[in-house]
C-alpha cells in the first residue's frame, strides 16, 4: 500500500508542478526568440556581404574554442554571407620544427625562415593545419575547399627582408580562385603561404588576410587573437577600445605603445581600410561564438576599427 501511496503522490507532484514546468520552457524559447528577432535588422545587413575571418592562436590550438569558431563561420555561411577563412598556424609550425631537431629563430616578431624551416612551414600549415580545419568543417557538411596562396597564384609573393630568407610580403593577390570558390558555395580555407617566382614563401597571416579582403572588397575583416581586443591600458581591462577610426590607429601605432603581436594586426586593419575594406574587428577567438555576438547583437564585443565619420 505504501508503494502504491507513494507513486500516486509523485504522480500528483508531478502534475502539480506541469505548469511551473511548461512555463520555464515557454520562458526559455521566449527569450530565445527575441535574441532572434534582435539579431533580424543584423542578418538583412550583412546577408550577401563577404567577410574575411583571419584564424590563428589559441582559439585554434584548442579542439572545443575551434569547433566554437568553425560553427560560428558555418552560420555565417547558411545566412548568406560570403566567408573566407584565412589562418596561420605559428605554434604549429614551431612544434614541428622541434620534432625535426631545426632551430627556431625570430627577428623583429617574424621567423627567419631558410629553405629547410619553410619546408617545415609548408607540412605544417598546408599538411595539418589546413587539413585539420576543412575536415572539421565537412564535418559539418560538405561546406569547405582548402587552399594555400600557391593555388591558382592567389598571393603572388616576393622577399620581404633578405635578413629573414623566404619570409615574403604579398606583392598581387589573384581573387579570381577564391571569388570562384565562393561562387560555388564553398568557404575557402587558405594557408598563408605564398608563391613566388623562385619558390614558396612564409606569409605574415594578419598582411595575408588584409590582402585577401582587400582583393574581394570585403564588407568586414576578422583578426581573431586571444586578448578581447585593444586596450587603452592593458593592465585595466575595463579600458577596452570598442571602436577607433583609422587616424586613431595610425596614431596608436607611431605611438610605439602596442604589443609585438598587436603591431601586425593593426598595421593591416589601417592599410585593408585605407584600401576599402569596410570595416576591420579585432575579436577574442577563446570567447565561444564571439564572432555571431559581434555581428548579430546590438552591444557587439571586441574593438572595431572604421573610417573617419
Known amino acids: ?8 503522490w509523485n504522480t500528483a507532484r508531478k502534475t502539480e508542478d506541469m505548469p511551473k514546468i511548461r512555463q520555464k520552457t515557454t520562458d526559455v524559447a521566449l527569450r530565445k526568440a527575441e535574441v532572434l528577432v534582435e539579431a533580424l535588422p543584423w542578418m538583412r ?24 569558431v568553425l560553427e560560428d563561420i558555418l552560420l555565417l555561411k547558411l545566412m548568406g554571407v560570403r ?16 620534432r625535426l631537431g631545426l632551430g627556431v629563430d625570430f627577428k623583429n616578431g617574424m621567423r627567419v625562415t631558410n629553405d629547410e624551416t619553410m619546408r617545415a612551414v609548408q607540412m605544417a600549415l ?4 589546413n587539413v585539420t580545419l576543412v575536415e572539421s568543417l565537412n ?25 629573414l630568407g623566404r619570409v615574403g610580403k604579398v606583392r598581387e593577390v589573384n581573387a579570381d580562385l577564391i571569388q570562384k570558390t565562393l561562387d560555388s558555395d564553398y568557404i575557402p580555407v587558405i594557408a598563408s603561404v605564398g608563391f613566388g617566382t623562385d619558390g614558396a614563401y612564409n606569409i605574415n597571416a594578419d598582411f595575408a588576410a ?58 593591416a586593419a589601417v592599410e585593408s581600410i585605407d584600401s576599402g575594406v569596410g570595416q576591420v574587428t579585432i575579436l ?3 570567447f565561444p561564438h564571439s564572432i555571431l555576438i559581434e555581428m548579430f547583437t546590438n552591444e557587439g564585443i571586441g574593438t572595431e576599427i572604421h573610417r573617419e565619420g
Open 1 to 8: 500500500m505504501r508503494e502504491i501511496d507513494d507513486a500516486y
Open 45 to 68: 545587413k550583412w546577408s550577401g556581404a563577404t567577410v574575411v575571418v583571419k584564424y590563428g592562436g589559441s582559439a585554434m590550438e584548442d579542439a572545443a574554442l575551434r569547433s566554437k
Open 83 to 98: 566567408v573566407v577563412l584565412v589562418h596561420g598556424g605559428g605554434k604549429t609550425i614551431s612544434r614541428l620544427m622541434g
Open 126 to 129: 598546408v599538411g595539418q593545419v
Open 139 to 163: 564535418k559539418l557538411g560538405c561546406y569547405a575547399v582548402g587552399l594555400t596562396g600557391a593555388d591558382g597564384c592567389i598571393l603572388r609573393a616576393e622577399q620581404l627582408d633578405p635578413e
Open 210 to 267: 588584409s590582402q585577401i579582403a582587400v582583393a574581394l572588397h570585403a564588407n568586414k575583416l576578422f583578426f581573431l587573437t586571444d586578448v578581447d581586443g585593444l586596450y587603452a591600458d592593458f593592465a585595466d581591462k575595463n579600458s577596452l577600445i570598442a571602436q577607433m577610426s583609422v587616424s586613431e590607429a595610425k596614431s596608436l601605432v607611431h605611438s610605439k605603445k602596442l604589443s609585438s603581436g598587436m603591431i601586425p594586426k593593426i598595421a
Open 284 to 286: 577574442n577567438g577563446t
